[in-house]
């Protein structure tokens, strides 16, 4: 019975994401259904909050969670959505690229905690900018073991040395390719560079190539869309390069709205049918972000790997792993700190407008209770 509610979803997912007009419509309509259901749900939970004596218990290293490993934040584009442009311009970012070692602290530590999925993906930057990422997503899939190692990129370098070759051969579990669609003139605008050849080409041989070893890696297309999805669905590269692989391991999706990167990102830097995601009601209730780890490339670490506002060496930053293990600094004083500091009304400075803003609820609660 469950293969066959698989198979009707696929089926589905695969219908409205490759039919113009009913991708037009699914999209458009899940704006506004996501502000109504946003409203309601904020609206229940501000009645329903999870205490902080709750959530003390889950303060720890959950193996049921995500950590993330930013291995450079280092990016090879300039997206009008992102902050990264912005924050290399006014100078406030401090780039670099994760050692081997550092990297390795990081991935033993988290198998050691039974840790299962590891991203390789920074808060800005693109892991193939990377000279060592392929020594990395060696390490953790055959020497920690971690079962699904995870990055997105923007596809522009993996053509490069047979990147996406090599990404594949090596096991990687998933793949997500962020582009803009498959307008040339469109990508030059939101991406900011002429690479569209580049990504179109490695996208094209990724899926090629992944295909023909059987899917081992799940690929996921995120276009991040100036075009409606119907004019990317239609163009003449996706009919060619894309959609002849689409399958249950490999799918496409269109951005909804985007995140304003704590005020950031204005109005004015979208295009298109480019839409901003609305502020949410601000609840005396901590983020679930907050429960997620992430090593910046100088074994900094930091709390909420999705999100920054003028850098990532910021008020979210709780420890250093050459200073502490990371289970000792997930159950320690700084990030607590934090958390509880959200039932004071008191939210760090990079948390204070972000429209990523998701409180923490019994139900994820449960969902993320530790399996011994």
């Given amino acids: ?82 902050a990264y442009p912005k924050v290399v311009e006014s100078k406030t970012l401090q780039t670099g690229v994760m050692s081997l070692d550092t990297f390795k602290k990081a991935a033993d530590e988290w198998a050691a905690a039974g840790g299962k999925d590891l991203d390789l993906t920074p808060v800005v930057g693109d892991p193939l900018i990377d000279p060592g990422v392929l020594d990395k997503v060696k390490y953790a899939v ?139 009601p601000q609840l005396d209730v901590p983020c679930q972000a907050l429960f997620g780890y992430a090593v910046r490339h100088d074994g900094n670490v930091r709390l909420c790997g999705c999100r920054l506002v003028q850098n990532d060496l910021d008020d979210l930053v709780v420890g250093n792993i050459y200073q502490h293990t990371l289970s000792e600094i997930a159950a320690g004083e700084n990030a607590w700190k934090i958390i509880q500091g959200f039932y004071a009304g008191q939210r760090p400075q990079t948390c204070r407008n972000c429209t990523l803003y998701r409180p923490v609820t019994r139900k994820w609660l449960a969902q993320r209770a530790v399996k011994k």
């Avoid at 997912?13 to 749900?41: E, I, M, P």
């Avoid at 109005?267 to 298109?272: A, L, N, Q, R």
């Fill in 142 to 280: 055959s020497h920690a073991l971690i079962e699904k190692v995870t990055l997105t990129t923007n596809a522009i370098l993996l053509d490069h040395n047979d990147n996406y070759k090599k990404l594949i051969d090596l096991g990687i579990g998933c793949v997500c390719i962020s582009t803009q669609g498959t307008s040339r003139e469109a990508y030059e605008k939101v991406y900011g560079v002429k690479k569209y050849d580049e990504a179109m080409s490695g996208i094209r041989h990724l899926l090629e190539y992944n295909h023909a070893q059987g899917e081992p890696a799940r690929i996921i297309i995120r276009f991040r869309n100036d075009q409606k999805p119907s004019e990317i669905i239609h163009a003449p590269d996706f009919m060619v390069h894309i959609k002849p692989f689409l399958s249950e391991r490999v799918r496409v999706n269109f951005t909804v709205d985007f995140d304003n990167w704590g005020g950031t990102i204005k109005p004015e830097d979208m295009s298109g049918s480019m839409k901003m995601r609305r502020l949410p």
């Fill in 1 to 82: 019975m469950s293969g066959l509610v698989t198979k009707l979803s696929w089926r589905i997912y695969h219908y409205v994401h490759t039919h113009g007009l009913v991708a037009d419509v699914v999209y458009k309509g899940a704006h506004f259904f996501q502000n109504l259901w946003r409203a309601l749900q904020y609206r229940w939970l501000s009645r329903h909050k999870v205490s902080a004596e709750a959530l003390w218990p889950h303060r720890h290293l959950a193996a049921s969670g995500l950590l993330i490993t930013g291995v450079t934040n280092i990016c090879n584009a300039k997206c009008t959505f992102c």
